[in-house]
């Protein structure tokens, strides 16, 4: 599984931005989905997760009512939309792939990684 996040910049508080990951294999449907992300000198976060069914989804409580993940099957593509987005927001945003069938918020249950994409909140 390959996977190729994009759609990070530079953008003013209260702002959006929309992040997108393209996966490749034919397996894709069958993963569940999580973005995450990392700000300098800190760990990497959990943000968003989605079941393969695109039924079931989760958030970190800091993103939880800003931030929507969702997913095309049918072109093997993760989104993450961002709204209301704030300084603390700023990380470069990395999506992963879970085959362990558990919609999970721990980044020791995924298994595949994109290279990431930068977000830039400015104030």
């Known amino acids: 599984v390959q996977l190729q996040a994009c759609g990070g910049g530079l953008v003013q508080v209260g702002g959006s931005l929309r992040l997108s990951c393209a996966a490749s294999?034919?397996?894709?449907?069958?993963?569940?989905m999580g973005w995450f992300r990392q700000a300098p000198g800190k760990e990497r976060q959990f943000v968003a997760g989605?079941?393969?069914?695109?039924?079931?989804?989760i958030y970190a409580d800091s993103v939880q009512g800003r931030f929507t993940i969702s997913r095309d099957s049918a072109k093997n593509t993760v989104f993450l939309q961002m709204n209301s987005l704030k300084p603390e927001d700023t990380a470069v945003y990395y999506c992963?792939?879970?085959?362990?069938?558990?919609?999970?918020?721990?980044?020791?249950?995924?298994?595949?990684w994109g290279q990431g994409t930068l977000v830039t909140v400015s104030s």
């Open positions: 294999g034919r397996a894709f449907r069958t993963y569940d």
């Open positions: 989605i079941r393969w069914s695109g039924g079931s989804t």
């Open positions: 992963a792939v879970s085959q362990r069938y558990i919609l999970t918020r721990d980044p020791a249950q995924y298994d595949y």
